[in-house]
C-alpha cells in the first residue's frame, strides 16, 4: 500500500490538477484548430464575364473574373485578360460589315481559350460601340444597323451567354468610366471622397465627376444617379462627341484648309514633316463634313512648323466659348459645376502623355508647357531617329494631340495651374485597365449592391485570436477557483 501511494505521489500525472490541466489544453487545442479550420478559404472558383469595347479607333476584348461564391458582394471583378483585335473599329467596315464581324473571330477563339470550358454557357459576352459607332448611326443608321447584324452574327458562334451588341449613350460611357475608376480603387465600397474620370477617345472625349456645387436643377442631363454599396451619388458627366483627338485633328486640318491651299503649315506638326494628305477622307467625317470648301482640290500639302503657342491657337478654334446659358460652362456652351477633387486621366490621355513623359503629377503645369514646347519644335527626322519603334502616324501626332490635351484641360474645362495637379494620369488600377467596359459589366450583372453587404464584424485573424485568449483565460481562472475552493488540489501532495 504504502508502495503504491508513493508511486502516486512520485508521479505527477496521476494528480487531479495535472488531469484537468491536460484536458483543458486538449479542449483549447480543439477549439483554436476548430475555429482556424472553420474559417479557412476554400479553393477559390470563379467567375467570368466579356466586354468587348468597339472603340472608334479599335476593338478591344476584356475577360474579367471574379470569385464565384462571392459575385453580388464582397469580391472584386479583375481583369484576366485583354485581346486587341486586329485592323481598325467596327464603324471603319460600313462599306463591308461582314469583314466587321469576321474580324472578331481571333480574340474570340483566345477568349474561349481563357475561361475553362465548364464556365463558357454562364460567361456572360457583351459588346458595347462607342463614338465611332454613334457617328455612323447619325451618317447612314441602315450602314451601322448592317455592321450590328454582322458582328451579332460573329459573336452568336461562340459559346458564350451572348447578351447583345449596342452603341452606348455619351452619357453611359462617362458613368461607366467613373464607377470602373472608383470601383478598382475600393472607393465605392468603403464610401470615399470619389475620384473624377477623364476619358478621351479617338472621336469623343468625355468628364465625369461628382461636385458638391452640382445643382442637378440646373442641367438634369448632365445628372447621372447611382446608389451603390449604401451610398448616393449625383454625378456630373459629360461626352463630347467629335472631341476624341482624331475628330479633333480633323476640325484642326479643316480650319487650316478651308480657304482650300494647295499647302497648309501646321504649327502642331514639327518642323521638316511633309505629308501629302487627301481632301475627301480628311472631310469623310459628320464632324467636319460640312466644312468641306467647295473648290477643294484633291489633295493638299500637310508640312509642319513646330510652334506650340501657335498650334494651341488653332486648337482653341475648335472650341467655343462665346455662348454659355448657365451659371458656368466649359465650351460649346456646356454647363459644367465647379471641379472637384482629384481626377484621373485614362485612354489617349495616357498614351500621349506617357509617350510624352509628362505623366508626372508632380510637374507644374508652366513645366509641361515648356517640355511641350521643346518637343513640338523638334525637327521630324531626328523624332523619327529618336523613336525607330513608334509607328509613325502616332509619332507624327503627339505634338498635336499632347497640345490638345493641354487645351482642353485649362481653356476647355478650366483646370487651372492648381487644379491641374489633381490629374494622375493611369492606364491601370491594380492590373485593371481604366475604361468604361468594366463598370459596364459590373452594372448589368448587378454585382455592385445598392445596400452595402453585411460584412463578418472580425477579420479571420483576429477572430481566431479572440477565441485563443479567452480560451486561455478561462481556463486559468478555473484552474485558480478549482484550488481556492478546494485546496485538496494543492500542487504539493499532502503525506500522511
Ligand atoms: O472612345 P472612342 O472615341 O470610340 O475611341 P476609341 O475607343 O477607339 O479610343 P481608344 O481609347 O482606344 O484610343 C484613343 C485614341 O488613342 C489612340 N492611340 C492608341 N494607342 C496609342 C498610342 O500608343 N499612342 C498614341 N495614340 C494612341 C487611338 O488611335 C485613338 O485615337
Redesign the pocket.
Known amino acids: 500500500m504504502s508502495a503504491q501511494r508513493e508511486m502516486k505521489e512520485k508521479n505527477p500525472w496521476h494528480t487531479p490538477v495535472t488531469i484537468i490541466t491536460v484536458i483543458g489544453v486538449i479542449a483549447i487545442v480543439a477549439l483554436v484548430t476548430v475555429a482556424v479550420l472553420q474559417n479557412r478559404p476554400v479553393l477559390q472558383k470563379y467567375k467570368y464575364g466579356i466586354v468587348l ?1 468597339a ?4 476593338t ?1 476584348l476584356y475577360i474579367y473574373e471574379w470569385p464565384a461564391e462571392k459575385d453580388n458582394n464582397t469580391g472584386r471583378a479583375e481583369q484576366k485578360y485583354v485581346c486587341k483585335v486586329k485592323g481598325k ?1 467596327i464603324s471603319s467596315y460600313a462599306n463591308t460589315p461582314v469583314k466587321a464581324g469576321e474580324s472578331l473571330n481571333e480574340c474570340m477563339q483566345e477568349a474561349k481559350m481563357q475561361v475553362p470550358t465548364k464556365r463558357h454557357h454562364e460567361t456572360p459576352l457583351y459588346l458595347g460601340a ?3 459607332m454613334r457617328l455612323l448611326n447619325m451618317e447612314n443608321s441602315s450602314a451601322s444597323d448592317k455592321v450590328f447584324q454582322a458582328v451579332e452574327k460573329a459573336l452568336q458562334r461562340f459559346p458564350f451567354s451572348y447578351q447583345g451588341a449596342r452603341i452606348l449613350s455619351g452619357q453611359e ?1 462617362g458613368a461607366f468610366g467613373w464607377v470602373t475608376v472608383n470601383y478598382l480603387d475600393d472607393r465605392l465600397k468603403q464610401g470615399l471622397e470619389t475620384t473624377g474620370a477623364l ?7 468625355q468628364i465625369s465627376f461628382v461636385s458638391k456645387n452640382y445643382d442637378i436643377s440646373e442641367s438634369p442631363s448632365n445628372s447621372v444617379t447611382f446608389r451603390l454599396y449604401g451610398n448616393d451619388y449625383n454625378l456630373y458627366t459629360h461626352s463630347f462627341l467629335c472631341y ?3 475628330q479633333v485633328l480633323r476640325m484642326a486640318l479643316a480650319h487650316q484648309t478651308k480657304s482650300g491651299p494647295g499647302t497648309i503649315l501646321d504649327p502642331c506638326f514639327h518642323p521638316g514633316y511633309l505629308e501629302l494628305k487627301d481632301y475627301s477622307l480628311l472631310y469623310d467625317s459628320p464632324c467636319v463634313s460640312d466644312r468641306k470648301p467647295q473648290n477643294a482640290t484633291g489633295t493638299f500639302n500637310h508640312s509642319g512648323a513646330g510652334n506650340f503657342k501657335q498650334c494651341q491657337e488653332v486648337v482653341k478654334k475648335v472650341f467655343n466659348f462665346t455662348s454659355c446659358k448657365y451659371s458656368r460652362c466649359s465650351f460649346n456652351g456646356v454647363f459644367q459645376p465647379p471641379l472637384q477633387g482629384p481626377f484621373g486621366a485614362f ?2 490621355y495616357y ?2 502623355m506617357d ?1 510624352l513623359k509628362l505623366t508626372d503629377a508632380t510637374m507644374p503645369l508652366k513645366d509641361v508647357k515648356e517640355k511641350l514646347a521643346n518637343y513640338c519644335a523638334t525637327p521630324w527626322n531626328e523624332i523619327v531617329k529618336q523613336h525607330p519603334e513608334v509607328p509613325i502616324k ?1 509619332l507624327a ?2 505634338c498635336f ?1 499632347g497640345t490638345y490635351i493641354i487645351t482642353l484641360l485649362t481653356d476647355g474645362y478650366n483646370f487651372t495651374s492648381e487644379s491641374y495637379s489633381n490629374i494622375n494620369f493611369i492606364k491601370k488600377i491594380k492590373n485593371s485597365d481604366a ?1 468604361w467596359t468594366l463598370g459596364y459589366m459590373l452594372n448589368l450583372t448587378n454585382m455592385i449592391p445598392a445596400e452595402a453587404p453585411d460584412s463578418p464584424p472580425l477579420p479571420h485573424a483576429g477572430y481566431v485570436t479572440i477565441i485563443t485568449i479567452s480560451a486561455l483565460i478561462l481556463f486559468v481562472l478555473f484552474i485558480l477557483s478549482l484550488r481556492f475552493i478546494c485546496p485538496s488540489f494543492q500542487k504539493t501532495p499532502h503525506i500522511v
Do not use: P
Request: net charge negative.
Open positions: 469595347d472603340g472608334s479607333s479599335h478591344a473599329g462607342t463614338a465611332g460611357e476619358d478621351l477617345g479617338g472621336a469623343s472625349t476624341g483627338k482624331d485612354s489617349a498614351y500621349v509617350f502616332y501626332e503627339y494631340s475604361g
